[in-house]
């Protein structure tokens, strides 16, 4: 599995959009880029998932590169729940996680 | 998510017994997997499952043994607990090609 590169740490102002990116230049044709957060002490929570094509949900945009070697999640409207761990994995459908260090985001008022 | 439920959800032993975590499913997903978080380490994966009585070990197997007897139940049993297996260990539940969802965790102190 490519391995990811996330900053380890950023700040959002509350109700502002978080803009969280993620360089895999190692990615390959059939992986994909998957976001899960985690909230202090809880269970890692999924948040959105793509393989080449911008995702959207009710949490959070995906947008994925045309080289596919990085991308960005954003969350539109920041709030202070939002503070969490964002980890940026990649792999292959039915493969395994694995989870880097991620980034800490904190929203502040 | 994924209705995984843990148990316990905190324990404390001593070093040299035999401790037995417990991560039950009602989704019938086929895929399951044990994490352990340590601060510095992220998740790292244990054990894992991708259906009943098959098993496969992870990054970090060395001292845990797993079964899966029932779809719905992934046991993980450390057979003499030592304080480096003091961590907060996750399951996490996969429907085949799916998302994998995580269960609340269960902190494990061994003194």
């Known amino acids: 599995d490519a391995k990811t590169t996330q900053p380890t740490s950023m700040d959002c102002a509350e109700g502002r959009a978080a803009n969280l990116p993620c360089n895999h230049s190692?990615?390959?044709?059939?992986?994909?880029v998957y976001w899960y957060r985690q909230i202090h002490s809880q269970g890692p929570q999924y948040i959105i998932h793509?393989?080449?094509n911008n995702e959207t949900n009710e949490m959070a945009s995906l947008i994925i590169t045309e080289d596919r070697k990085s991308s960005t999640l954003i969350l539109p409207h920041a709030t202070l729940r939002d503070t969490a761990v964002y980890y940026c994995?990649?792999?292959?459908?039915?493969?395994?996680?694995?989870f880097g260090q991620g980034t800490e985001l904190s929203v502040k008022p | 998510d994924a209705g995984i439920t843990q148990s316990p959800r905190h324990k404390v032993t001593e070093t040299g017994t035999p401790v037995t975590l417990r991560c039950h499913q009602t989704?019938?997903?086929?895929?399951m997997y044990w994490y352990r978080q340590d601060p510095g380490h992220g998740l790292r994966l244990i054990h894992y499952?991708?259906?009943?009585?098959?098993?496969d070990k992870g990054e970090v197997s060395d001292g845990y043994s797993v079964s899966r007897s029932k779809t719905e139940d992934f046991l993980l049993t450390l057979e003499s607990a030592t304080s480096s297996q003091t961590s907060v260990y996750f399951c996490?539940?996969?429907?085949?090609?799916?998302?994998?969802?995580f269960g609340p965790g269960t902190r494990l102190l061994v003194l």
């Open positions: 994995i990649v792999r292959v459908a039915e493969g395994k996680l694995i």
């Open positions: 190692t990615i390959s044709g059939n992986e994909y």
């Open positions: 793509g393989l080449k």
């Open positions: 989704e019938n997903h086929r895929y």
């Open positions: 499952s991708y259906g009943v009585k098959d098993t």
């Open positions: 996490a539940t996969q429907a085949g090609e799916e998302t994998q969802y």
